[in-house]
């Protein structure tokens, strides 16, 4: 392959150096985070990250699917660099840099979408949102879906699906109700795909009847779900969802934190399917790696709040705003969604390919974020999760650097790369994948 930097494996892994930050790491720092690979970053650029001990590997993972542009773009350090000589924190006096992002983010999404409000994390964009339909309503439940993730502060995780997120934390917030998610690999109801009905979209009614107080206000999904193992829906399940609930006057909030800027092939993940949100969260890929998180909304939802009902100390600070703002014009003139839509094309094929492969029950994504789902058999489709933490694994030995098996079951392998990956480098990743998977 022409020039590429990569992938160099120059020590044994993990390497001197990163095993002395690992130690200091082991002994002062909490083991709570996700368990990933020994991999000491040291720095960063475009689709190249280079460890503590000079190794170089291919990012196919962009952090957690933040660096939608890359690792240090120069125009977005450029753009840092000089916020960061002005100004970095002025509370809620309003400032260009935040007046900007809310307009351009305004500009950017759907109509119906007529307010930015900017905040830190994807956890409290998805509180904002709950927060903001709750004080909008009469009522106060929210129909969430199984499997969903929505982050781990307690009304988001609260909202959320999965059990592993929530398990020793004591009660959650209540009023939040749960659908089953059309996991069609795994139908939880026990269906087949071929000619599905989709009857999981028929429970509804009976989920809000059965577990609600009558006092529905609104639906939270995500668009595709992340969290779970890159699932996404069947055609016509969102359309029939957005039926269900406009018929029952409810508001939808989109939990696009993962899903949005470019990452799936579209700027926003709903124009998949044309929907028309009431509120999107945003966050991750939003500003490529400074935190920025925001929700998007209507006017009823966000246009009605009064002063210090939704506010938070570094929420909108000009530093991620100017950060936010350049990664956007980064996306825009570089057409990186439309890169996403092209190289995603070549990622399908490749894992269509590798689905011949013993272990690999299942392939899902678009654009640039896909899931491997690793099984023991195919006719079993018990889940493997020993399967995908051998690629994710074998892959970080040969310079391939995965985050840690996603989904329900731990074993999806998530592949996730910079929206700016060209051809080669799609190349080289690919190869390194099936090699791994082969050993899976
Ligand atoms: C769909 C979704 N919503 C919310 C969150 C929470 O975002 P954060 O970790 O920035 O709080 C995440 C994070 O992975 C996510 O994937």
């Not at 982050?151 to 939040?176: D, H, I, K, L, Q």
């Not at 480098?425 to 899976?440: P, R, T």
Request: proline share 7%; hydrophobic share 40%; with cysteine.
């Amino acid at each position: 392959m022409a020039n590429l930097p990569g992938p160099k494996i120059v020590t044994e892994l993990p390497g001197p150096k990163a095993s002395a930050v690992l130690e200091e790491s082991r002994a002062y720092e909490p083991r709570c985070m996700s368990d990933q690979q020994p991999l000491v970053w040291d720095h960063a650029e475009d689709v190249w990250i280079t460890d503590v001990d000079g190794n170089v590997f291919l990012d196919f993972s962009s952090g957690v699917l933040v660096t939608n542009v890359g690792h240090c773009h120069p125009k977005y350090v450029e753009a840092i660099r000089d916020q960061a000589g002005k100004l970095y924190n002025c509370y809620d006096f309003p400032t260009g840099p935040r007046a900007q992002l809310a307009r351009k983010l305004v500009e950017m999404s759907a109509p119906q979408l007529t307010k930015a409000f900017i905040l830190t994390t994807g956890s409290e964009a998805v509180e904002a949102s709950l927060k903001m339909v709750r004080r909008a309503s009469d009522g106060y439940e929210i129909l969430g879906f199984g499997g969903a993730f929505h982050g781990r502060t307690y009304g988001a995780m609260s909202a959320g699906g999965n059990e592993g997120v929530r398990r020793g934390f004591g009660p959650v917030v209540p009023g939040m109700l749960r659908a089953p998610f059309p996991y069609c690999y795994r139908c939880p109801l026990g269906h087949e795909p071929e000619g599905c009905s989709m009857p999981c979209l028929d429970t509804l009614d009976y989920t809000v009847k059965t577990q609600g107080n009558g006092q529905l206000a609104g639906v939270i999904t995500e668009s595709y779900q992340g969290g779970a193992g890159s699932i996404i829906p069947p055609p016509g399940w969102y359309e029939r969802l957005e039926e269900w609930r406009r018929d029952r006057g409810l508001y939808l909030i989109l939990d696009e934190v993962q899903s949005s800027f470019g990452r799936t092939g579209k700027m926003f993940a709903y124009e998949h399917w044309g929907l028309e949100p009431d509120a999107v969260t945003l966050g991750k890929g939003l500003s490529s790696g400074v935190p920025c998180a925001a929700v998007l909304a209507t006017e009823e939802l966000l246009g009605g709040l009064s002063p210090g009902e939704l506010s938070s100390t570094a929420g909108g600070n000009p530093l991620s705003a100017a950060a936010a703002l350049a990664s956007i014009e980064i996306i825009e003139s570089e057409k990186l969604v439309e890169n996403a839509d092209q190289r995603g094309k070549k990622l399908e094929e490749a894992f269509h390919a590798m689905s011949s492969a013993p272990r690999v029950g299942d392939v899902r994504g678009m654009g640039l974020v896909w899931g491997l789902e690793m099984v023991g058999d195919k006719d079993s489709k018990t889940p493997s999760p020993e399967a995908a933490m051998r690629v994710v694994s074998e892959a970080f030995k040969r310079g391939l650097a995965l985050i840690a098996p996603i989904g329900m079951y731990g074993n999806v392998v998530r592949i996730a790369p910079p929206l700016t990956i060209g051809p080669e480098a799609l190349e080289v990743g690919i190869s390194v994948l099936s090699e791994a998977v082969s050993m899976a």
